[in-house]
C-alpha cells in the first residue's frame, strides 16, 4: 500500500536536509549549548562545595570561640575562687597573727607588771627598811640617851656576843 | 487562548467544506489525502475554486532526463512533456507507449517543503539559543528566551545520553538532541492543522525510516570490539554458539525496523483518528439537524481531547525514539568487564 511503501523522493531529501541539519547543529548548535551548561554545572558544584567548606569553617570558628568562652569563664570561676581562698587565708592568717601579737602583748604588759610590782615591793621594802632603821635609831636614840643605859646596853651586847662566840 | 484549541479542529474542516455540499463524501479519500504526500499544498476552497501552493516537480525520465516544472501543469489529469499524476498511486508517471513509468522523482512534494520548513525552523531555534551562550557568561546569568526555553529539553537528552551511553556520551548527544528535537518539533507542526505545520511528516514510513537508519549505522558503525564479540561469538554453551549470531544479527536489524514502525505507526494512528473524528460532523450532515447536532458537539469533544493526546504522544513518541536510540548506541559501546 501507498503509506508503507516509502517514497524515494522524501527518502532522498530527508536523507540530505536531516544530514545536513545533524552537521550543522552538531557543530553550531547543541555543543555549545550543552557545553555552556555543563560549565555552569561545574561552577555551580564549585560554587557549592566553596560554600559548604566556609560554612564548616565558620562552624569550626564558632565552635572554637564557645570553647575559648567555656575556659575563659572556666579560669574565671577557678581565679575567683582562688581569689576567696586567698581572702580568707590572709583574714584568717591576719586574725591568728592578731590574737598572737595581742598575746604577745599580754604577756609583756604581765611580765612589766610583774616587774613593777617586784620592784615597788623592793622600794616599800627599801623604805620599810630605812624607816624601821630610822625608828630603831629614833628608840635607841631615845632609849641610849643616858650615860648608863649606854653602858647597859654596851654590856648587854658585849655579853650577847660572847655567849655567842663561846657557844 | 483557550477558544483556539476548539477553533483549531474546526480549521481542518475547511477544505472539506466544499465536497460535503457535493452531497458525495468521501471519508478514506478525505483522510489519506491529508496523512498523504502531494505535489501541492492544498490549503482551502473558495467555492469551486481551490487555494493551493503548487510545488515543483522535479524528476529524471530514463528517456529524456531531467525535467522540472510546476505541478499546476499536471492539475486535473493534465499532460506534461509526457507527465501525467497516475490517478492510482497519485504519484508522477512518465507516459511511455502507453505504459505508466516510473521517473527518477525528486519532485519538492508538500512534505519536502514541511521538512525543509521545519529544519530551518529548528536551526534557527537552535542556533539563536546557542548564540545566547556564546554571548553571555553563564556563570554570571540565567537563560532567557529561546535559550530559557530550549535548554531543559536539550539537558534532558544530553543527560539522556549521559546515563545510557556511559563515558563518551558527548560524541553522540548532538546526534540524539537533532534526532529528539526533529520528530518533537515535527510531530507539534503534524497536529497544526494549517498551512506551515498540517504535513504528516513523523506519519511517514520514509522520513523515520532516515531517522531508524541513522541510528542503525551510529549502532552498528561506531559499536565496539566486545559488541561485535556478543553478536558473533557470545559467551553461551557450545551447541548455542551457531544459532546466537543469527538470533543477534535478526535482532540488531530488527531495532530500526521497530523504530520506524513506532514513530511512524503512533503518529499516522494519531492523524486518522482526528480526522476520523472531524468527519464524523461531515457523515452526520444527512441525518437530520438533531443527530448532526449532537454529533458536532462529541466529534468536536471527541477531537480536543485527541489533539490534547497527541500533543502527549507528540512528546512521547520523540522521547522514546531518542531514549531507545541511546539505549542501543549504549548497548553497542560496552567494553565487557
Not at chain 2, 494512528?269 to 447536532?293: D, T
Request: charged share 20%; glycine share 6%; aromatic share 10%.
Amino acid at each position: 500500500m501507498n503509506l508503507v511503501t516509502p517514497d524515494g523522493g522524501l527518502l532522498f531529501w530527508m536523507t540530505l536536509i536531516f544530514l545536513l541539519l545533524f552537521f550543522i547543529l552538531a557543530k553550531f548548535g547543541f555543543p555549545i549549548i550543552t557545553g555552556m551548561v555543563d560549565k555552569r554545572n561545574r561552577h555551580i558544584d564549585e560554587s557549592l562545595r566553596l560554600a559548604s567548606e566556609a560554612e564548616e569553617r565558620m562552624q569550626n570558628l564558632a565552635r572554637e570561640q564557645a570553647e575559648l568562652l567555656e575556659k575563659t569563664r572556666a579560669e574565671q570561676t577557678g581565679i575567683l575562687r582562688e581569689a576567696a581562698r586567698t581572702r580568707e587565708n590572709i583574714i584568717s592568717q591576719a586574725k591568728s597573727e592578731a590574737a598572737a601579737q595581742a598575746a604577745k602583748m599580754l604577756e609583756k604588759a604581765k611580765t612589766e607588771i610583774a616587774a613593777e610590782k617586784e620592784s615597788a615591793l623592793r622600794d616599800i621594802r627599801k623604805e620599810v627598811a630605812m624607816i624601821a632603821v630610822d625608828v630603831a635609831e629614833k628608840v635607841l636614840r631615845d632609849k641610849l640617851s643616858t650615860q648608863e643605859a649606854q653602858s647597859g646596853y654596851v654590856g648587854r651586847l658585849v655579853d650577847e656576843y660572847t655567849q655567842k662566840h663561846r657557844s | 487562548m483557550k477558544w483556539l484549541r476548539f477553533i483549531l479542529p474546526l480549521l481542518l474542516l475547511l477544505p472539506m467544506t466544499a465536497k460535503a455540499e457535493d452531497g458525495e463524501f468521501e471519508v478514506s479519500e478525505v483522510i489519506f489525502e491529508h496523512i498523504g504526500d502531494s505535489y501541492e499544498w492544498h490549503f482551502f476552497n473558495i467555492g469551486e475554486k481551490s487555494v493551493a501552493l503548487h510545488l515543483p516537480v522535479i524528476v529524471r525520465s530514463k528517456t529524456s532526463g531531467w525535467h522540472c516544472f510546476s505541478s499546476s501543469r499536471l492539475e486535473h489529469g493534465a499532460e506534461h512533456e509526457g507527465f501525467i499524476i497516475s490517478p492510482q498511486s497519485g504519484k508522477v508517471v512518465e507516459l511511455i507507449d502507453g505504459e505508466q513509468v516510473r521517473p527518477f522523482d525528486i519532485s519538492i512534494t508538500k512534505n519536502v517543503l514541511a521538512l525543509m520548513m521545519s529544519s530551518l525552523l529548528l536551526a534557527v531555534l537552535v542556533l539563536l539559543s546557542a548564540r545566547w551562550y556564546r554571548r553571555h557568561d553563564v556563570q554570571k546569568e540565567a537563560p532567557q528566551g529561546i535559550a530559557a526555553l530550549m535548554e531543559p529539553l536539550v539537558m534532558m537528552v544530553h543527560d539522556m545520553a549521559r546515563e545510557n551511553i556511559g563515558e563518551d556520551y558527548r560524541k553522540y548527544s548532538p546526534y540524539l538532541c537533532t534526532a529528539f528535537f526533529f520528530i518533537l518539533l515535527n510531530n507539534f507542526l503534524g497536529i497544526v492543522p494549517f498551512f506551515p505545520g498540517g504535513a504528516n511528516l513523523t506519519g511517514n514510513i520514509a522520513v523515520t525510516m532516515v531517522l531508524a537508519l541513522c541510528t542503525f549505522l551510529t549502532v552498528n558503525l561506531f559499536g565496539t570490539k566486545h559488541y561485535y564479540k556478543d553478536i558473533f561469538w557470545p559467551d553461551v554453551p557450545a551447541f548455542l554458539k551457531p544459532i546466537m549470531p543469527v538470533i543477534e544479527v535478526f535482532s540488531a536489524l530488527v531495532k530500526p525496523i521497530s523504530l520506524t514502525i513506532r514513530l511512524f505507526a503512533n503518529m499516522l494512528a494519531g492523524h486518522i483518528l482526528i480526522l476520523s473524528l472531524v468527519c464524523i460532523i461531515f457523515i452526520m450532515y444527512k441525518f437530520g439537524p438533531v443527530l448532526f447536532g449532537s454529533m458536532t458537539v462529541i466529534s468536536v469533544l471527541f477531537g480536543l481531547f485527541m489533539d490534547l493526546l497527541e500533543c502527549l504522544v507528540a512528546f512521547i513518541q520523540a522521547y522514546v525514539f531518542t531514549m531507545l536510540s541511546s539505549i542501543y548506541i549504549g548497548l553497542s559501546r560496552e567494553r565487557g568487564e
